[in-house]
Structure formats: C-alpha cells, structure tokens
C-alpha cells in the first residue's frame, strides 16, 4: 500500500502495484460504516425482544453491553493480532466474525442470541482498535479530518439502522429478528471490497516509526489516562441513550415508531457533531474547547429529558450533535496524542479496552436502577453527573500534548 505520508512494503512475497490512498480511504470508510449499524439496531425493537423472549430489564441491558464487554476483553488483544496479521487481513478477520454474529443472532433460539451478539462484539473491537492506527499510518497528517470523515459514516449508518429497525420489524413474522440479522449483508460488501487489500500483509518501512521497544507504553502515562477517561465516561452517555432511550420515551406515552425516529435523530444529528468537531480539530491550536462543549451539549439533552421527555425529538438533537463530536474526539485522541501508529494502536486498545468496560456498566446499571425504583430519573441524574465530569476530563485530555 502506499498512502499520503507513508512509503510501505510487503513483508513476503513478491511486489505487488500499490494501491492510490483514495481507494484506501474508500475502503476505510466502508469498513466503518459496519461499526455501529449492528448496535442500534437494537434499542428501538428491544421492548418487542424483551416481550417476546419475556426478559427483565436486566437482563435485556445485560444483552445490550455484552458487545461492551467483548470491546474491553479483545482491544488489548488487537494490536498483537494486527502486528501480526497486518491491519488489512485483521480487519477482514473482524468483517467477516461481524457478519457471522450478525446471522447468528438473527436466528431462533435465545442462546444464538446471546452467541451472536458476543461474536459480533468481538468482532467490531479488533476494527474499532485498528481503523485508528490505519489512519496514524496512512493518513498522519489529517487525522481529525479522517476520523471524522469516518466516524460521520458510522453516523449515517447507525442512523439508519435505528430509523428502520421498527418498520422492517413489522414487514415479516421474524419480527425484530429480521433487522437484527440483515446488516450482515453491509459486512459482506465491505468485505469484498477490501478483498484486494487482503492479499497483502503491509508494514512500515523501517524509516517510518521507532521500534516497539522504544515506544512508552500509554498505560504508564498520565496523557493515556486521560484520554481513556475521556472515551470511558462519552461511551457510557452515548450506550445508555441508545439502549434505554426508547423505553424512557416510550413510559412516557411517545410511540414506538416516534421513539425510534427519535434514534435516528440521534444518530443523524451525530453526523453534524462529527464534522464539525473535525473541521474544528485542525483550526484550534489544541482540542480543550471541543473536550468541554461537547459533553455539555449532552448535559442539555439530559436535562431535558429529566424534565420534558415526551420533547425528545429536540433533546436528541443536542446528544447527537454532543455525542458525535465526543467520539470523534475520544477517537482522535488516539493519533493526536501519540508519536507514530504503533503507539497509537496501544492507546486504542488501552482506551478503548478500559472505556468500553466502565460503558458495558451504564446500560446494565441504568436497567437494574430502573427495576428497583420504577423509575428513570434516578439513573438519568447518574448519567447527567458523569457527563459533568467528563467536561472536566475533555479540558485536560484536550491539551496539546503527546505520550513521552
């Protein structure tokens, strides 16, 4: 491959025609826009599963972090794969385990459900872990305008998925199942397109980046801390409105069909977040403002939703927009904050690992909160403190600075 910044090699074989970055970045973004479609498709048919299979609150957010869960368990894993395999053929690995679980959870039987949700978890953590070192290799010098190209696609799709889950529940007797189980027709077509990629088993050139051995480890540094605090605390906010959100609409007498219309706002109104927050990441000399406003639009949704749920129509729109800019940044952070892309998939892996644990505890949290009270507000005031909290970890992790 050979990208905007970097000369690369193939580590075997014989030479092979290198590949343009803008066929490179196509099938970035491609690849991205599986990340999330498979999640939110969830939360708008999640009272019908929950009737269907009869299960309690609990244990229907149970079902929503174990993807959660598998993300903090793979992504330390990830990078050794990726050192390994190289980061095209690890991606196609996570494409094609993410369309399996995506089949797999679709059919009868709740223990499939339950096993295709784990595989497509572990699935979307070792891509979640290696799109952010693909961008520090290939694209070093626009990483926020990458990241933001991509995560606005994870947007558009999660968006969607959201917008149509309930209808295409309603077109078949498969019910929820069917919008459970057809995105892995996107993983497939992302997985053909990267298919040319996949022959090849790239490295860097040795001129490209110090050794492994000269890279500090994120774990020994306050600045990986940070950021990792950062992606912890912008999951937790964001799952838990994407799981429960339509259940708090919903006890508050707002349809089903407008609850999920609502998801689609939410995830729709990302998109704006997510370019903007990548216009802005260039032009300011460092990321200490976007850190803060971000997780305060979220505040506003919160409140409002305390306050007046059955107008989420409008409190949606400022999670999206606050949720998107928040991830875009939690997301470039890694390349922002670190020396080449082997450091930066240290970062993701440590962050994405340690955050995705603390965000698998919102939903199930917000559940057995809602079991024991009756009642959403005492969890909605938990997640309005933890986003004030985050506005202060977005001051110091948005500082100018990088892992020495």
Same mark, same amino acid.
């Given at each position: 491959?050979?990208?905007?910044?970097?000369?690369?090699?193939?580590?075997?074989?014989p %030479?092979?025609?290198?590949?343009?970055p803008?066929l490179?970045?196509?099938?970035?973004l491609?690849?991205a826009? !599986?990340l999330?479609?498979? =999640?939110?498709? &969830?939360?708008p048919?999640?009272?019908?599963?929950r009737?269907d299979?009869?299960?309690?609150?609990?244990?229907?957010?149970?079902?929503?972090?174990?993807?959660?869960?598998?993300?903090?368990v793979?992504?330390?894993?990830?990078?050794a794969?990726?050192?390994?395999?190289?980061?095209?053929?690890?991606?196609?690995?996570?494409?094609?385990?993410?369309?399996?679980?995506?089949?797999?959870?679709?059919?009868?039987?709740?223990p499939?459900?339950?096993?295709?949700?784990?595989?497509?978890?572990?699935?979307?953590?070792? &891509? !979640?872990?290696?799109?952010?070192?693909?961008?520090?290799?290939d694209?070093?010098t626009?990483?926020?305008?990458?990241?933001g190209?991509?995560?606005?696609?994870?947007?558009v799709f999660?968006?969607? *998925?959201?917008? +149509?889950?309930?209808?295409m529940?309603?077109?078949?007797? *498969?019910?929820w199942?069917?919008?459970?189980?057809?995105?892995?027709g996107?993983?497939?077509i992302?997985l053909?397109?990267?298919a040319?990629?996949?022959?090849?088993?790239?490295v860097?050139?040795?001129?490209?980046?110090?050794?492994?051995?000269?890279?500090?480890?994120?774990w020994?540094?306050?600045?990986?801390?940070?950021?990792?605090a950062y992606?912890?605390l912008?999951?937790?906010?964001?799952?838990?409105?994407?799981?429960?959100?339509?259940s708090?609409?919903?006890? /508050? #007498?707002?349809?089903a069909?407008?609850?999920? &219309?609502?998801?689609?706002?939410? !995830?729709?109104?990302?998109?704006?977040?997510?370019?903007?927050?990548?216009?802005?990441?260039?032009?300011?000399?460092d990321?200490?403002l976007? #850190?803060?406003?971000?997780p305060?639009?979220?505040v506003?949704?919160?409140?409002?939703?305390?306050?007046?749920?059955?107008?989420?129509? =409008?409190?949606?729109?400022?999670?999206?927009?606050?949720?998107?800019?928040?991830? +875009?940044?939690?997301?470039?952070?890694?390349?922002?904050?670190?020396?080449?892309?082997?450091?930066?998939?240290?970062?993701?892996?440590? %962050?994405?690992? +340690? #955050?995705y644990?603390? /965000?698998?505890?919102g939903?199930i949290?917000v559940?057995?909160?809602?079991?024991?009270?009756?009642?959403?507000?005492?969890?909605?005031?938990t997640?309005?403190?933890?986003?004030?909290?985050?506005a202060?970890?977005?001051?110091?992790?948005?500082r !100018?600075?990088?892992?020495?």
């Amino acid at each position: 491959m050979v990208t905007d910044s970097l000369t690369e090699r193939p580590a075997a074989g014989p %030479a092979t025609r290198a590949l343009s970055p803008a066929l490179v970045l196509a099938g970035l973004l491609l690849v991205a826009a !599986n990340l999330r479609a498979g =999640i939110t498709t &969830v939360g708008p048919v999640l009272e019908e599963l929950r009737r269907d299979l009869g299960l309690a609150s609990f244990t229907a957010s149970a079902l929503i972090s174990l993807p959660l869960v598998a993300f903090a368990v793979i992504s330390p894993v990830a990078p050794a794969v990726s050192r390994r395999l190289g980061l095209e053929r690890t991606l196609g690995l996570g494409l094609a385990g993410l369309a399996l679980g995506l089949v797999v959870r679709s059919l009868p039987g709740q223990p499939l459900l339950w096993l295709g949700t784990a595989l497509l978890g572990v699935a979307i953590a070792v &891509v !979640n872990v290696v799109l952010p070192a693909l961008v520090k290799r290939d694209f070093p010098t626009r990483i926020g305008q990458i990241t933001g190209r991509y995560s606005a696609v994870q947007s558009v799709f999660a968006a969607t *998925a959201a917008g +149509v889950a309930v209808p295409m529940a309603g077109l078949t007797s *498969a019910g929820w199942r069917l919008p459970l189980g057809m995105w892995a027709g996107l993983a497939v077509i992302a997985l053909g397109v990267l298919a040319p990629q996949l022959r090849r088993h790239t490295v860097a050139a040795p001129v490209a980046a110090p050794s492994v051995a000269s890279v500090k480890s994120p774990w020994r540094s306050a600045v990986g801390w940070q950021v990792t605090a950062y992606m912890a605390l912008q999951s937790t906010g964001y799952y838990v409105f994407i799981t429960w959100l339509p259940s708090i609409e919903e006890s /508050a #007498g707002v349809s089903a069909t407008a609850a999920g &219309v609502h998801q689609l706002l939410l !995830n729709g109104l990302g998109i704006a977040g997510s370019i903007a927050c990548s216009a802005l990441i260039p032009r300011l000399r460092d990321q200490r403002l976007i #850190g803060v406003l971000a997780p305060l639009l979220f505040v506003v949704a919160v409140v409002g939703v305390l306050v007046a749920p059955t107008y989420s129509a =409008i409190w949606t729109t400022f999670a999206g927009v606050g949720g998107g800019a928040s991830i +875009v940044l939690a997301l470039s952070f890694f390349g922002l904050r670190t020396r080449n892309h082997t450091q930066a998939a240290a970062l993701s892996g440590m %962050a994405q690992s +340690v #955050g995705y644990l603390v /965000a698998a505890a919102g939903p199930i949290a917000v559940g057995a909160l809602h079991d024991a009270t009756g009642t959403w507000k005492p969890a909605l005031v938990t997640i309005l403190a933890l986003e004030l909290v985050l506005a202060g970890v977005g001051y110091f992790a948005g500082r !100018n600075k990088v892992i020495q």
